[in-house]
């Protein structure tokens, strides 16, 4: 394998990120050429040699130990979410590559009834390459309004988020912050990858996206790791104007590689009246005051 791959280049970028300051060093040698702490002051705060450390970086050296990988965590200041990460890039890097034949993700039974219920908020279910592998009504109306709603039920023609966000007019322009929003879906892909290193569709997504999208290559190689949980986004939705949702990405106990989304309201807000109003524009089954448990 040419070049540091997965891990030695996690670890150049967050070796990167760090200031002496950050972890307790006095900065006092010559004026630094590149951002972030020298390889030789990563390694003294990790306790392991400097050639040691060079060749993990570079992709030399397959074999730390989980000892090492600790020490070297906690001299990279890494949180949780990094902590894993790391150990699974080192674990892919012990192995040979291993290509299999991707199989189309199927949606199982009882998520299904799940979304199903769902009617009267915004849902949908995601794989772990952010393929849409269904949505119900109001998900569609509310995120994807411009596509055919069937689309999801056909592999070869489903939707995928992280390209409607970078690459599709609509997306970019229905988050009022969309720089956060696909700074979520970036670190969650970065996860994904870490998980599935040896998925050639997955590679092929990162691969067009890199290439089709500036700020996605920006973004993709600060290599910052970071599961999608619970955040607020302000929509400016083309039909309903303007509302305040947050989304939810919420484990499927049966499919652990996919996500269910919700998008929820305050009750009672201007944001739930105009979901209401998406709804009955839509067609979507929407809530009512009597329908609420009192």
Request: hydrophobic share 40%; charged share 25%.
């Amino acid at each position: 394998m040419n070049g540091p791959g997965p891990l030695g280049a996690f670890l150049h970028a967050r070796r990167s990120r760090l200031r002496p300051e950050d972890v307790g060093l006095r900065d006092l040698g010559p004026r630094r050429r590149v951002p972030g702490l020298r390889r030789e002051e990563l390694a003294e705060l990790a306790g392991v040699s400097v050639s040691y450390y060079a060749r993990l970086e570079q992709g030399l050296s397959r074999r730390a130990s989980a000892e090492v990988l600790d020490a070297i965590a906690r001299a990279l200041l890494l949180d949780g979410h990094e902590r894993e990460h790391l150990e699974r890039l080192a674990v892919a890097a012990r192995h040979a590559p291993r290509v299999r034949r991707p199989r189309p993700e199927k949606l199982a039974d009882e998520t299904r009834d799940l979304l199903r219920a769902l009617d009267s908020v915004p849902a949908l279910v995601l794989g772990r390459r952010t393929d849409v592998l269904a949505w119900n009504p109001l998900g569609h109306a509310l995120l994807a309004g411009n596509l055919d709603f069937h689309a999801p039920n056909d592999p070869a023609r489903r939707p995928n988020m992280s390209r409607m966000l970078f690459l599709d007019p609509h997306g970019r322009e229905l988050y009022a912050d969309w720089k956060r929003k696909v700074r979520s879906v970036v670190g969650s892909l970065r996860l994904a990858v870490g998980r599935h290193p040896q998925d050639p569709l997955l590679a092929q997504l990162i691969g067009e996206l890199t290439m089709s999208s500036p700020q996605f290559l920006a973004l993709w190689r600060d290599h910052r790791v970071a599961p999608c949980g619970a955040a607020c986004y302000e929509l400016r939705h083309p039909v309903v104007g303007t509302l305040t949702v947050t989304q939810q990405s919420l484990s499927i106990a049966p499919s652990p590689d996919q996500a269910l989304i919700v998008c929820t309201t305050p009750a009672g807000s201007a944001s739930e009246q105009a979901l209401a109003l998406l709804a009955r524009a839509s067609g979507a089954r929407s809530p009512s005051p009597r329908d609420r448990p009192g």
